[in-house]
């Protein structure tokens, strides 16, 4: 509708290959960009370090989450079995000693909580779901899921200038430069 | 095969070492964009008429057998099942025991092949895990309607009830409830995870309307950024490293269920890793019985390629061959135990009126496998099918023989009994069968049955320093040596 207003989400640039979407990532790192992203169908290997990025700190969620499943198993296998309610089964011990029996359900527990901590755990660092993103305006973005390689970069990012950073996009090698906006 | 031999040049010992060339993944030197459209079009297009087929028979043998014998069950009781006789445990365990065998393969495929860097996985994980998801839910369905009163399977969960009565958290039969349905979790995370980028693929390539909209919310709205990637495949790799101790541990639980008791011919320590090995062997032998015509059906021969069924074929050929000599191992320890009812559970198994079950499942599982020595025997899709549904039959029959002869001779001779399964239960295992292929056509007609984003990954294209290589006269075999020696130095 024309009574919308505009805001500029930033830069999209298609890149030609993998190599290509690597080198230019390298670049927009080194001229300091924060908010921006290199989009691709598949994951590249490497580019986490040509975009200057972290190595995810997912494993140490999981490693509490997994925790919590031992600690969940034991707590309740040992109330259950030996505090509130010791029933001899079998002749089987109702003290510490029969603690061995437990294993494999808090084996199973550590291996579902950490799964648990692994699926929310992702989906809150790459904040999704989402119904919409503003790229999905872009016409060309669908490739990203098919065969092309695109960086965007951010209006908020502080180094952001409407022509320096399409310049810089062009220069780096980017093509089908496009002014991504989103509705306000 | 392709055997070219580059020399590469010096490396840290100034030895010459030629450097093999591997073989292509995908062939045919395809395009991004063509496998999309081929893994897509799969089911975008109109599907064949094979499709419906099979599809129609298969969902009604699931709705007869499945629906109305548990329907029948329900509404009569488990003595429908044949469970007045002593071997109670008969046909219903042993279905529960093969269904959940033939899942391994799955997580084998998905997980312990991740972690093992053996990338020709990618063109079958998706298939195989769509397969563990089903043969589990397959599996679920007998013991939870064993129990009798399927109402109060809920039971089996720990949470307080009525009667202040927990579960016996020291019986491998709990072990059970808490192993496989860990499996089945996992293995949907695993599932569902490894699919969100490709159901953002279809998602971009609908046109709008409902379709759309139910990819693009399954898809979660994946974007494919690089920040999202990176924890992705970290993900992907805590849960791979998750779940490969979970599938030695499922099958070896389910193996304490017969291995813990002091019942002669299932008192032994070898269960869990027999156990392991078959599940393992049973359920690359379903993947090939479903992945061969599935290939032809859909034209995926360039993703799935002989050398994914050459690969698969000797996966079989070496746990079946486990296998067998856990079979003789068994053997072997019930002579040199010197245990009369040891010795006379396995005679009863070889000798008895179940005879015939236990030469097919020999002959079957341990026999058909050894042609896979031969490499013309690989590469002929007749004789793989052959031996991919001798061994379907074969391990089903493994169950049997363990399930059914043990407890015909239990220890009092007022309870031996021969066992052969109701109408019922019948109809119900092959009900099972048609809801699996319902369930898996179900899968190929909704879902990409092939890991797009992972198949894209694997093209020499993909490695972000190609061009750079291609650039170079030796297309990188020089950079590739340097590389290897500065491994080697670094360490």
Redesign the interface.
């Known amino acids: 509708m024309s009574t919308t207003r505009k805001r500029v989400y930033g830069y999209l640039a298609e890149f030609k290959s993998a190599s290509a979407l690597y080198k230019g990532a390298e670049k927009i790192r080194d001229a300091g960009f924060r908010k921006w992203d290199c989009y691709s169908p598949y994951p590249i290997h490497g580019l986490d370090g040509a975009m200057g990025m972290k190595r995810s700190i997912l494993p140490w969620f999981v490693f509490f989450g997994g925790m919590t499943g031992t600690a969940t198993a034991f707590a309740l296998a040992y109330t259950t079995q030996v505090v509130i309610y010791p029933t001899v089964v079998q002749s089987k011990p109702v003290n510490i000693f029969t603690v061995p029996a437990f294993f494999p359900i808090m084996f199973e527990l550590t291996i579902l909580f950490s799964g648990f901590t692994v699926l929310f755990g992702l989906l809150g660092l790459i904040q999704l779901p989402r119904l919409n993103h503003p790229l999905f305006a872009s016409d060309q973005f669908r490739k990203a899921t098919d065969d092309g390689f695109f960086i965007a970069i951010e209006a908020r990012d502080p180094k952001f200038t409407p022509n320096g950073t399409r310049d810089l996009l062009a220069e780096i090698g980017g093509a089908n430069i496009e002014l991504v906006e989103e509705e306000d | 095969m392709a055997s070219t031999t580059h020399t590469a040049p010096e490396t840290h010992t100034g030895v010459k070492i030629p450097v093999l060339e591997r073989e292509k993944l995908i062939l045919s030197g395809r395009?991004?964009?063509w496998i999309?459209e081929r893994i897509c079009g799969v089911l975008e297009n109109r599907q064949p008429f094979l499709w419906w087929l099979l599809f129609i028979p298969s969902a009604l043998i699931a709705l007869i057998g499945v629906g109305g014998g548990l329907t029948y069950l329900v509404s009569t009781g488990v003595g429908v099942w044949g469970m007045s006789n002593r071997v109670f445990w008969g046909f219903d365990i042993t279905n529960f025991v093969f269904w959940i065998g033939i899942g391994h393969a799955g997580t084998l495929i998905s997980a312990v092949l991740f972690l093992t860097r053996q990338n020709w996985r990618t063109s079958i994980n998706r298939a195989a895990e769509a397969m563990t998801i089903f043969a589990v839910i397959c599996a679920g369905i007998f013991p939870a309607f064993h129990v009798g009163r399927v109402w109060f399977a809920w039971f089996l969960a720990?949470v307080p009830n009525a009667n202040?009565?927990?579960?016996?958290?020291?019986?491998?039969l709990?072990?059970d409830v808490?192993?496989v349905s860990?499996y089945f979790?996992?293995s949907l995370?695993?599932w569902y995870?490894g699919m969100v980028?490709d159901l953002?693929?279809i998602?971009?390539?609908c046109k709008p309307g409902i379709r759309k909209i139910l990819y693009?919310?399954f898809s979660?709205?994946?974007?494919?950024?690089?920040?999202?990637?990176?924890?992705?495949?970290?993900?992907y790799l805590?849960?791979a490293a998750?779940s490969t101790?979970?599938v030695l541990?499922v099958h070896s639980?389910v193996s304490?269920d017969f291995a813990t008791s002091v019942v002669p011919g299932w008192h032994t320590t070898i269960f869990p890793p027999y156990f392991v090995a078959g599940a393992i062997f049973g359920g690359f032998a379903m993947v090939l019985t479903i992945m061969v015509p599935a290939r032809f059906i859909y034209g995926l021969q360039d993703l799935i390629t002989m050398k994914h069924i050459d690969n698969m074929a000797k996966i079989i050929l070496l746990t079946g061959t486990i296998v067998g000599y856990a079979y003789l191992m068994e053997l072997f320890v019930a002579f040199y135990s010197g245990a009369i009812y040891e010795m006379d559970a396995f005679k009863f198994r070889i000798a008895g009126p179940y005879w015939w079950a236990y030469a097919a499942m020999m002959s079957l599982n341990v026999l058909s496998p050894q042609v896979f020595w031969f490499k013309a025997c690989r590469e002929n899709l007749w004789v793989i099918m052959v031996v991919a549904m001798c061994v379907n039959v074969g391990m089903w029959f493994e169950r049997f023989v363990i399930i059914c002869t043990t407890l015909a001779r239990m220890f009092l001779p007022g309870d031996w009994k021969t066992y052969s399964p109701s109408g019922v239960e019948l109809m119900t295992f092959v009900g099972t069968i048609g809801l699996f292929l319902a369930l898996f056509l179900m899968f190929l007609r909704f879902l990409p049955c092939i890991n797009?984003?992972?198949v894209?990954?694997t093209l020499l294209?993909?490695?972000?320093?190609?061009?750079?290589l291609q650039e170079h006269a030796d297309h990188g075999v020089v950079i590739e040596a340097a590389y290897q020696k500065e491994l080697v130095s670094s360490k």
Not at chain 2, 223 to 229: I, K, P, V, Y
């Open positions: 395009s991004y964009n999309t720990p202040a009565i927990w579960q016996n958290f020291k019986s491998p709990l072990w808490f192993a860990t979790t996992i995370i695993f995870l980028p953002a693929t998602r971009d390539r693009g919310i979660l709205g994946w974007r494919g950024g690089n920040r999202q990637w990176s924890h992705y495949e970290m993900a805590l849960l998750l101790p979970l541990s639980v304490f797009i984003a992972e894209k990954w294209e993909s490695d972000p320093h190609h061009d750079d």
